[in-house]
């Protein structure tokens, strides 16, 4: 497994502390002291025994950082070109919910939750796919799939009919973009209620739809364009927050404000200059979670890890995970999505998707209960927040009062799987414990030179 970056910091420190530690026992007298003198005088017993503890606790500190490799609970049926997905959650009966694939060979991609392909597809060179609940269309309310079609370069619009058990689509739009289309996420304002598509590139350039209906069907039109200095295909949106992540994957990831009207100021959350990320940095989505609490994950390809960041402002990273694909190999991943929500069939505490066309073309099926358990601190899981319903900061829904969920508000209970945290904790890593250790040493240095000094 690959290491964290913690053990980046100890590779690069060690050297400095070694002086450090040689400097205080009194190993470097003056600057003129040769090479020799400072080997012979590090090799007394006390030294020695200092230098083997820093080296224990680097070296175990750094086992303690080793990035969680977690295992796959299944996977989908093979397909000929994984590349994005999403998750559709029933109306009423999760068990029947849909996993939405692209493949550009094929089209979209239907799963239950089991894996098992569904007897359906939507043709075209789909890439991207995002959706979006409680789109009002002709006189009642849809869940609105939106879709980015290589092959003519538009944005496909349709929605899916959950009666009865074998669900069927409709198409309700097609959209010209006049762009190369890669990637794409959906919008619901909190502000103003409309819903919005985002659509990426191959130039850098995005996209901001405005989705109306008109006349039984759904149109667009651009409200907006922004502009990156190269290709960009993961983006996600926060709804709660208002904002838009972009995946710029030679650079990192970019914040914008997601109205029409926020203009083009932007946040660099993270970078693959010195920061977390190894290019190309691609998937993103969000583990939401009650009163605007969850993460924002993001697939770092370059060194097959998702990093974790904070949902709140400031996007603080949190660490990072992998994905097993067999025989303790991690997949580099391209697509990913997550719900916190609850679904029968083996993932009642949230269940993660993530691409795979490394070790098979298929998407792996990921409990978030095990996700969660392998972080340090723990992950946060509630299943309580309903992606069908609208989230806002408050821990309500709908604008409902609290009454178990009856009308979408919050309330109820969280299940959990076993040994599953409900919440996440604030203990030290191992790099407090090197800090204080290193401290401990340093002064019991520094008393034994001054004994030393006064013989």
């Known amino acids: 497994m690959i290491r964290h970056r913690f053990v980046e910091i100890v590779s690069r420190t060690l050297p400095a502390c070694?002086?450090?530690?040689?400097?205080?026992?009194g190993c470097?007298?003056?600057r003129a002291a040769s090479e020799g003198q400072l080997r012979a005088r590090a090799g007394s017993a006390p030294i020695r025994i200092i230098l083997w503890g820093l080296w224990s606790i680097l070296y175990f500190g750094a086992a303690r950082a080793q990035i969680p490799l977690v295992p796959a609970s299944g996977q989908t049926n093979p397909t000929l070109s994984a590349v994005n997905v999403a998750i559709w959650i029933h109306p009423t009966d999760v068990r029947q919910s849909v996993i939405i694939g692209t493949d550009p060979s094929v089209g979209l991609v239907f799963y239950g939750i089991d894996g098992q392909q569904l007897p359906f597809t939507s043709p075209g060179q789909m890439n991207s796919v995002d959706l979006r609940y409680n789109f009002r269309l002709d006189g009642g309310v849809i869940p609105l799939i939106a879709a980015t079609n290589q092959f003519n370069n538009t944005l496909a619009l349709c929605t899916i009919d959950p009666v009865p058990l074998q669900q069927r689509l409709q198409t309700v739009g097609t959209l010209q973009t006049g762009t190369n289309v890669l990637g794409l996420s959906m919008y619901r304002s909190n502000v103003n209620g409309n819903y919005y598509a985002f659509v990426t590139d191959t130039d850098g350039g995005?996209?901001?739809?405005?989705?109306?209906?008109?006349?039984?069907r759904v149109t667009g039109t651009v409200v907006r364009t922004l502009t990156l200095s190269s290709q960009a295909e993961g983006t996600v949106c926060d709804d709660a927050y208002g904002v838009l992540y972009v995946a710029e994957d030679l650079v990192g990831i970019w914040k914008y404000g997601a109205e029409p009207d926020a203009g083009a100021a932007r946040v660099l959350v993270d970078s693959t200059d010195g920061g977390h990320l190894v290019a190309r940095v691609k998937g993103l989505s969000i583990y939401r979670a009650r009163n605007g609490a969850g993460y924002l994950l993001a697939s770092s390809h370059g060194n097959a890890t998702i990093a974790v960041y904070g949902r709140e402002p400031g996007n603080r990273f949190l660490g990072a995970f992998q994905v097993d694909g067999g025989g303790g190999r991690p997949i580099p991943a391209i697509g990913q999505v997550v719900t916190n929500f609850g679904l029968d069939g083996g993932f009642p505490v949230g269940l993660f998707v993530l691409q795979d066309s490394t070790f098979g073309v298929d998407f792996k099926l990921v409990s978030w209960?095990?996700?969660?358990?392998?972080?340090?601190?723990?992950?946060?899981?509630?299943?309580?927040?309903?992606?069908?319903?609208?989230?806002?900061?408050?821990?309500?829904?709908?604008?409902?009062?609290?009454?178990?969920?009856?009308?979408?508000?919050?309330?109820?209970?969280?299940?959990?799987?076993?040994?599953t945290s409900t919440g996440c904790s604030c203990a030290g890593g191992p790099s407090g414990i090197l800090v204080a250790a290193l401290g401990v040493m340093v002064l019991a240095l520094v008393r034994s030179r001054k004994r030393r000094d006064r013989e």
């Open 18 to 25: 070694v002086s450090l530690i040689l400097s205080l026992g």
């Open 28 to 30: 470097q007298s003056n």
């Open 206 to 216: 995005v996209q901001q739809w405005g989705l109306v209906e008109d006349g039984g």
């Open 369 to 419: 209960g095990e996700i969660a358990r392998a972080m340090n601190p723990p992950l946060l899981v509630d299943t309580l927040l309903d992606p069908r319903q609208t989230e806002t900061l408050d821990g309500s829904l709908d604008g409902g009062k609290r009454d178990g969920g009856v009308d979408g508000g919050g309330g109820g209970s969280i299940p959990t799987e076993p040994g």
